[in-house]
Nanobody, 116 residues
Framework: QVQLVESGGGLVQAGGSLRLSCVAS????????MGWYRQAPGKQRELVAT???????NYSDSVKGRFTISRDNAKNTVYLQMNSLKPEDTAVYYC??????????WGQGTQVTVSS
């Protein structure tokens, strides 16, 4: 079984920064994709950024240039550095680990609130 534990959310003023972390444990294949998604109240969950075990990254247009995803394969950890935060970034942020197109896991979510 795989577990994902997120940390680093909180309350920050607009223009500020936060860093999210997600540690994966359990039966993890050597090749996988880790990522961050977010869900704001009344909205669908959306992609923020993903990174493969080889380091290839993908970002949503709304966060490009402000957020940076990275990972430490030795620690099975993925990070999301969020800079220049905006009120519209307010959401619950979920860590995701995808082992195959049909097999993925989610963390419990961490709240990020950006005040104006």
């Amino acid at each position: 079984q795989v577990q994902l534990v997120e940390s680093g959310g909180g309350l920050v003023q607009a223009g500020g920064s936060l860093r999210l972390s997600c540690v994966a444990s359990g039966s993890i294949f050597s090749f996988n994709v880790m990522g961050w998604y977010r869900q704001a109240p009344g909205k669908q969950r959306e992609l923020v950024a993903t990174i493969t075990s080889g380091g290839t990254t993908n970002y949503s247009d709304s966060v490009k240039g402000r957020f940076t995803i990275s990972r430490d394969n030795a620690k099975n950890t993925v990070y999301l550095q969020m800079n220049s935060l905006k009120p519209e970034d307010t959401a619950v942020y979920y860590c995701n680990l995808r082992l195959s197109p049909a097999l993925g896991y989610w963390g419990q979510g961490t709240q990020v609130t950006v005040s104006s």
